[in-house]
């Protein structure tokens, strides 16, 4: 398979240390064993995501996107920028659509970023990691190098808001998405199709400024995966996997349940399955530990022929 | 802000009956609210449903009725959490979100959105955060939050998350350093030169020049 480049903006959340640092370790594993080269774009900014607006207003926010699409124009040209973070995604990729639709608000972006050197010429594409597996690799080629199938275990797939709508993946509906199922299955695991909480919103950015509103949602979205006799809930989001995870001790001591579901992101599923470590697979870097699948990490497997 | 500003009366002045086209020059989509149909389609998609006094159907009906005081002192506004749910089901494909986004910016500007709004201040909060360095600082963003009302409540907050914060320090996913330095972009004084600039063109077009749009 030749190698597939892209431009990578990882987004704060998954930086080094960041809340979301797991992610980025396994992504880096997975795309390693795909033989997809991720290259961060030089000097990249965040972008505000859904909830900057009071402060940005509408042209900042777009001019934030545009930077790092102009950055990406510049040092890796003809490369997809690719994010790993379902609010980076769509923002970029609602910037992209409003600047294409319209002359006068490219040509007011353009204004800004003159002030920092730079040119925007509307060449990128922007995507989700999740539409390069899908699209570029496939499910046959996702299935390729496993070396551990994740048989016996229950997952719940969490697709949440922000990689499902307003853009979502090509071909899937908005209210039942197959692809984290599909991904699941193809992983071996069981997944859990019948989730009722599979696009339900965790309460995004409000978690931190509305907590009880957002964590009634978690609760849900939590106990729903339990009655599904779930092992564990997976997501595509760093967003959902951080509020699902880490509220489920503050809801325990507010509503008195019992709470303890593991959170884990696709990209850590798929690195066990081929075969990482659980440091490589970022199963380090979790407040809930997903037993099951640190099991499966530590097995060795014989050495293919 | 808080309390009304210049920015207000001047409006006041200019728009005096016709909130609808105040809306539509100056909120951001606005020009679309004339669009919709009150099917109520949107009305149910809130995951904050029960907390939005008025729902979105709602609030594009008082802007045609003029209700400029109650559309823009409401607290529903800032409940969005940019789910999308209405987005994808409006029959008239009204970009619900951003409206709502538009409203509470706007509302913020004027000085009339209510002081104490958490996601207000957290909104600006997470702006000024991302802006000053170009990219996000988690921990100032998480402690600026708890403190944001004064000193005894910040740390009785900190305390009562003490835990949750302790767990993501032991799964290395917080870093105690950024207190002192953090990620930043290295080209910062151009993305400042970038975003003023961003500020004062969407300033003029939105005829609000003589105010300063930011903070
Ligand atoms: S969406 Fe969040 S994580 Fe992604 S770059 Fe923007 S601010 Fe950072
Ligand atoms: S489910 Fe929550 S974190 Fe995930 S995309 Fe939706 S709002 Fe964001
Ligand atoms: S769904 Fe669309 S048309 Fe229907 S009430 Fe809401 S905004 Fe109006
Ligand atoms: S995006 Fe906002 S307005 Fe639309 S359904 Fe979600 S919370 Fe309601």
């Known amino acids: 398979m030749a190698k597939k480049e892209y431009a990578f903006y990882p987004g704060c959340s998954s930086q080094l240390r960041g809340s979301a640092s797991n992610y980025l370790t396994s992504v880096n594993s997975m795309c390693q064993t795909l033989d997809i080269k991720m ?42 920028v690719v994010a790993t973070c379902a609010a980076c995604w769509l923002g970029a990729r609602e910037t992209k659509d409003k600047l294409d639709a319209s002359s006068q608000l490219m040509a007011e972006t353009n204004e800004a970023l003159k002030e920092a050197g730079l040119h925007y010429k509307a060449q990128v594409g922007v995507r989700h990691m999740v539409e390069v597996l899908i699209e570029d690799i496939g499910y046959e080629g996702l299935a ?24 979502g993946i090509a071909g899937e509906s908005f209210e039942n998405p197959m692809y984290l199922d599909k991904l699941v299955e ?82 850590q599923l798929m690195a066990v399955a081929y075969g990482a470590k659980p440091k490589a697979a970022g199963l380090d870097g979790h407040v809930i530990a997903p037993k099951k699948l640190q099991d499966i990490a530590v097995k060795v497997v014989p050495a293919k022929k | 802000m808080g309390a009304p500003n210049e920015l207000n009366l001047a409006a006041l002045a200019k728009y005096s009956n016709d909130f609808l086209r105040e809306v539509e020059t100056h909120v951001e989509e606005g020009e679309w609210v004339k669009m919709c149909m009150q099917c109520g389609v949107c009305a149910g998609s809130c995951p904050f449903g029960p907390h939005w006094e008025h729902s979105p159907q ?4 008082m802007i045609r009725a003029g209700k400029r005081e109650e559309v823009l002192s409401s607290e529903s ?17 009204l970009p619900i979100t951003q409206i709502m986004h538009g409203l509470a910016t706007y509302a913020h500007r004027l000085g009339l959105a209510p002081k104490m709004q958490p996601t207000r201040q957290w909104s600006l909060q997470f702006w000024d955060n991302c802006t000053r360095t170009g990219r996000v600082n988690e921990l100032k963003l998480t402690l600026g939050l708890y403190f944001r009302d004064g000193l005894v409540a910040g740390l009785k907050k900190a305390w009562a998350m003490r835990a949750i914060g302790f767990g993501l320090l032991r799964a290395k996913r917080l870093n105690p350093f950024e207190l002192l330095r953090g990620h930043e972009c290295k080209d910062q004084a151009g993305i400042h030169r970038m975003l003023a600039k961003a500020y004062e063109i969407e300033a003029r077009r939105l005829r609000l020049d003589k105010f300063k749009l930011q903070g």
Not at chain 1, 202 to 207: D, T
Not at chain 1, 239 to 248: D, F, M, P, R
């Open chain 2, 58 to 61: 709602k609030i594009f009906m």
């Open chain 2, 77 to 93: 506004m800032w409940m969005c959490t940019s789910c999308y749910n209405c987005v994808v089901r409006c029959p008239r494909k």
């Open chain 1, 39 to 80: 290259t961060q774009i030089p000097d990249w900014n965040c972008c505000g995501a859904s909830i900057g607006y009071a402060g940005s207003g509408e042209l900042a926010r777009h001019v934030m996107n545009a930077r790092n699409f102009a950055l990406a124009e510049t040092h890796l040209p003809g490369q997809d």
């Open chain 1, 144 to 167: 390729q190098p496993i070396v551990k199938p994740l048989e016996g275990l229950k997952i719940a797939g969490y697709v949440g808001c922000q990689t499902n709508r307003p853009f």
């Open chain 1, 186 to 267: 193809t992983l071996g695991a069981e997944a859990l199709t019948k989730y009722e909480q599979k696009v339900t919103c965790c309460g995004g950015a409000l978690a931190f400024s509305e907590p009880e509103k957002s964590q009634k949602q978690i609760k849900d979205i939590v106990e729903s995966a339990y009655d599904h006799k779930a092992d564990l809930i997976v997501t595509p989001c760093p967003l959902c996997q951080a509020n699902v995870e880490i509220y489920q001790s503050e809801i325990n001591k507010r509503h008195g349940t019992k709470l303890d579901m593991p959170v884990a992101y696709y990209s």
